[in-house]
Antibody, heavy 120, light 106 residues
Framework: EVQLVESGGGLVQPGGSLRLSCAASGFTFSSSAMSWVRQAPGKGLEWVSGITSRGGTPFYADSVKGRFTISREDSRNTLYLQMNSLRAEDTGVYYC?????????????WGQGTPVTVSS | EIVMTQSPATLSVSPGERATLSCRSSQSVSSNLAWYQQKPGQAPRLLIYGASTRATGIPAGFSGSGSGTEFTLTISSLQSEDFAVYYCQQYHYWPTFGQGTKVEIK
């Protein structure tokens, strides 16, 4: 059974940092591209960042480019998102998601999400 | 950025009836379109990808169609567990989602 378990969310002041983690199991993590998708309270979904398998090439939405860093540790089956210079608009639930196929960035498995609140 | 627009925002349907949800993209995305279902407090679930291919374990009552800029998700006979918010997402370029259609009980 595929499982994705996020952790690391919490309350942080504007300008602060957080590091999210996503522990993966039930599939060959090293062979899978992964992404982070967020959802502001009561709002829709927004893709934040992605990373390819093996070589780990990162991709970012313009809204987080230069502030967030995605990485992966295949030996630990873990995906990370380092979030710096956080803003109020970064508040939301952050989901880790597995990319289904090399044909495109769409997601067949999602974690339960970890909440991030940026507020003073 | 490719903008995805879903309509209607809310769809009121009686159990057993058919529901038809629409999604439009601001430029052609070919067939690079996915649909997700999200229930309150839960993560999204992939229903359809490639505009019309059902994901693993998705019942045949869910079907997708369209290409280019116009797409449709049809739920043939609504069951109680189908009342939820549905999102379309294009992956022709960097992923973007529609704002969602809430399917509620009439």
């Amino acid at each position: 059974e595929v499982q994705l378990v996020e952790s690391g969310g919490g309350l942080v002041q504007p300008g602060g940092s957080l590091r999210l983690s996503c522990a993966a199991s039930g599939f060959t993590f090293s062979s899978s591209a992964m992404s982070w998708v967020r959802q502001a309270p009561g709002k829709g979904l927004e893709w934040v960042s992605g990373i390819t398998s093996r070589g780990g090439t990162p991709f970012y939405a313009d809204s987080v480019k230069g502030r967030f860093t995605i990485s992966r540790e295949d030996s630990r089956n873990t995906l990370y998102l380092q979030m710096n210079s956080l803003r109020a608009e970064d508040t939301g639930v952050y989901y880790c998601a597995k990319v289904l196929a090399v044909s495109g960035l769409y997601f067949d498995y999602w974690g339960q999400g970890t909440p991030v609140t940026v507020s003073s | 950025e490719i903008v995805m627009t879903q309509s209607p925002a809310t769809l009121s349907v009686s159990p057993g009836e058919r529901a038809t949800l629409s999604c439009r993209s601001s430029q052609s995305v070919s067939s690079n379109l996915a649909w997700y279902q999200q229930k309150p407090g839960q993560a999204p679930r992939l229903l359809i990808y490639g505009a019309s291919t059902r994901a693993t374990g998705i019942p045949a009552g869910f079907s997708g169609s369209g290409s280019g800029t116009e797409f449709t998700l049809t739920i043939s006979s609504l069951q109680s567990e189908d009342f939820a918010v549905y999102y379309c997402q294009q992956y022709h370029y960097w992923p973007t989602f529609g704002q969602g259609t809430k399917v509620e009980i009439k």
